[in-house]
């Protein structure tokens, strides 16, 4: 969209789809790619040492009720799993908010058996009734719910926010070496979340142009799924008020200790230290029309 | 930049000068060499900070939703929530 509509100011950005973490990683590390774009949770997963590469410089979206964990009968919360069969896929956003529901019962994700199998599978596996619960996102929720009785949603990333959140992430050094364009980059995306809620109908045709899917069935995506503008960067990462821990860090650090708790990653690093502020604190919209 | 190649082509060759000399004469050759000398000069201020420019790549996970293979390839957006096929 901002692409699109220039809002990068000269800026050339190319858009590489890396489906795969350790791609993504060895990308960001060789140079190759100057930014990577994930969730938080999967930047923090299967880390050796404290000291990796890569800081977050502002967040892009969040889901809003399209990761979710599905439970059949008689399960009504996440206290109720223990011992059970859930199925899903390692890591995934909706993976992440079964242990941060576990840990509120004071749970792990050893107290359950948990299935990793790939989405198909681990829908099949739900449905037929070999899994109990099921981690897993649109569309695969509507298919779940309508196909066995007795169904229901038990944990929607609504009831976490801040949680499922994608953010951009950059080297250190690309952050010295090219600070102007990842302002101008920075101050595009916000520039486009704006014009988006400004026009809905024609960026919801765009993006689902760029994206290779029908325009409706982007709508139909987007209502779980929250975009990060200039004001949600800035109040999600504390700009306004540096004093005091931000959600961000505040969730960083919990989730860091929920997977390495859980045996998702051996190293964990703190959100003072991934997170960098330096992009989002200048960055002033010279568009105000947009805003 | 191809302008500021080609006009530097055209002026180093003599292509230009020979030209301007024989059809408007020695003192028109002057102002338009003058014009061909402030074209390069104009070229290079627009092709320096064009030369410097660097892409700039984002590697992004495409969870749009995506379905998954076993493999963890990943298949093809749905129509109307149907898996099509793997690519």
Known sequence: MAAEKGFYHGVEVRFNRVTKEDQRRDGLASGRLQMICETMGMFQTGRNTPDYAGKLIFALDESRGTDVVVAANGINSAGDLRGKTVAGQFGMPSYLLLIASLARQGMRITDLNFLDVSMPEAVAAFVSGKADALCTYEPHVSSSLMVRSGVHLLLSSRDFPGMAVDVAIVQEDVISARREDLQKIYEGWTMAVAYIRDNPDESGELIAEALGIPADEFRQMSTGLGFFGKAENEKYFGVEDPCCESDARIIFNLMGRALEKNGLTNAVSSGSKRIDLSIIGTVKLKAEKFR | ?87
């Open chain 2, 1 to 87: 930049m191809t302008t500021f190649i080609m006009l530097t082509f055209l002026y180093r060759v003599g292509y230009v000068r020979p030209y301007i000399a024989h059809e408007a004469g020695y003192k028109q050759e002057g102002a338009m060499r003058r014009i061909v000398l402030l074209m390069l000069v104009a070229g290079i201020l627009v092709s320096v900070p064009a030369l410097g420019a660097e892409p700039f790549d984002i590697g992004f996970d495409d969870r749009v939703r995506p379905v998954f293979c076993g493999c963890g390839e990943r298949l093809l957006p749905r129509s109307g929530g149907q898996v099509q096929s793997c690519y």
